[in-house]
């Protein structure tokens, strides 16, 4: 089992900056493949960014490359979703969530922290 918990959502100006935080608890964290996924309303959940056990393999959704940057701290069981130049487009609520080795899915989400951009 892995237990998620995110953090630091708000509300911000468009333009402004947000950092999300995950932190992770159960299994070893390391070898999970940690990920953000978004979901705005009415619309389905989107993919992010991923972040593999080092903090040189990332991918990112084609709607934040560029804008947003993902890592992790192996050491405290954290990941991070640095957020800059903020759209009101990424108004969502923001999980975090994890695939362990050897799945071929997103296992184990959070409950999300939600994030509003004002124009």
């Known amino acids: 089992q892995v237990h998620l918990v995110e953090s630091g959502g708000g509300l911000v100006q468009a333009g402004g900056s947000l950092r999300l935080s995950c932190a992770a608890s159960?299994?070893?964290?390391?070898?999970?493949?940690m990920a953000w996924f978004r979901q705005a309303p009415g619309k389905e959940r989107e993919f992010t960014a991923s972040?593999?056990?080092?903090?040189?393999?990332?991918d990112y959704g084609d709607t934040v490359k560029g804008r947003f940057t993902i890592s992790r701290d192996n050491a405290k069981c954290m990941v991070y979703l640095q957020m800059n130049s903020l759209k009101p487009e990424d108004t969502a609520v923001y999980y975090c969530?994890?695939?362990?080795?050897?799945?071929?899915?997103?296992?184990?989400w959070g409950q999300g922290t939600r994030v509003s951009v004002s124009s």
């Open positions: 159960g299994r070893p964290f390391s070898s999970n493949i």
């Open positions: 969530t994890a695939r362990i080795p050897g799945s071929g899915r997103y296992d184990y």
């Open positions: 972040i593999g056990w080092s903090n040189t393999e990332t």
